[in-house]
């Protein structure tokens, strides 16, 4: 009787393991079509100062429409992308994306002084060897102004190879490149890392500001993290803010930008020009 559940509970678990594999390999095969297949799209949300309102720049994220499935997350496709290797060619399309709009942004003079535009760097684009070099060689070939493109980048970069990873932010902020650390505090050593890692800003996650207004404890955190940021001389970043109540907690705490659907979430380019249009600079 009991051997009989301890199999069923084996073959249940392969069977499920088995459906998860077999679905990562589809999705696998799909991603593989999907660059020549222009299924991608990079979208913009803008990221605005909390005291003036003013859209200070952008996060820009991928987007995949599958022909079949439709719009899918990047939290499912993404990971993928990472252990398929894929993430490469996708992250330099992302790359050669993200400066092309800049570079068109700038010429219709919407993109103004001092307007970043940030991308999402993974863990396996970060630490392969020539990951300095080839954004470096890649951004040669536009005309952006200086420090128009960041770098988002997690603790996952650094397992290990701490050194490394100091290196190549360096060698990448020395030619006008900065780096921001995504998701702050969801990681296991955030704040080892924060010692270590040369990044001009902190981004602090989403799930901390989800519940800043019931959530005591959260209020605490996030007044917390924005204190040591600045002190540390950090620029911060709110993720995921909603409303305005959020809001106000924020400029209470004095973290000077956010990013969130109270806004606007990230919106293909027409849209993010017509938002760039409506709000001039002031
Ligand atoms: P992330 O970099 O932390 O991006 C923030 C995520 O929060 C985005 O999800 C964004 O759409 C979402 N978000 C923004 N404002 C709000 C809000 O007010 N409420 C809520 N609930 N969510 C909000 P998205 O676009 O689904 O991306 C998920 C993650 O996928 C990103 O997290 C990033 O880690 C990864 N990702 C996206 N694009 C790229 C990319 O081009 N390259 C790499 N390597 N990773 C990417
Ligand atoms: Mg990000
Ligand atoms: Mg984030
Ligand atoms: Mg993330």
Redesign the pocket.
Known sequence: QVKEKGRDAIEFFNEEMADKVSRQLVMEGDLHRALEEEQFA??F?PKLDVFTGEVVGA?????WFHPEKGLI???EF?PV??TSGL?IE??QW?LEQACESLQSLCSEGLWRPGMQLS????PR?FRRESFASGVLATIEGYQLPDNVLDM?I?EGIVIQQVEEAIDTITSLTERGISFSL??FGTGYSSISYLKRLPVATL?I??SFI?DIIDDRNDRVLVETIITMGRLLGLELVA????NKEQLEILKEYGCQFY????FS??VAMEEFVTLLEKRPSK
Not at 239 to 242: A, I
């Open positions: 990079l979208y949300q996060e820009a994220l991928l987007r997350s990047p939290f993404i992308l990472e993430i996708v992250g992302v991308i999402n760097i993974s684009q988002e997690t995504d998701d981004k996650d989403k989800r993720e995921g803010v909603e990013q969130g659907f109270y979430p990230a």
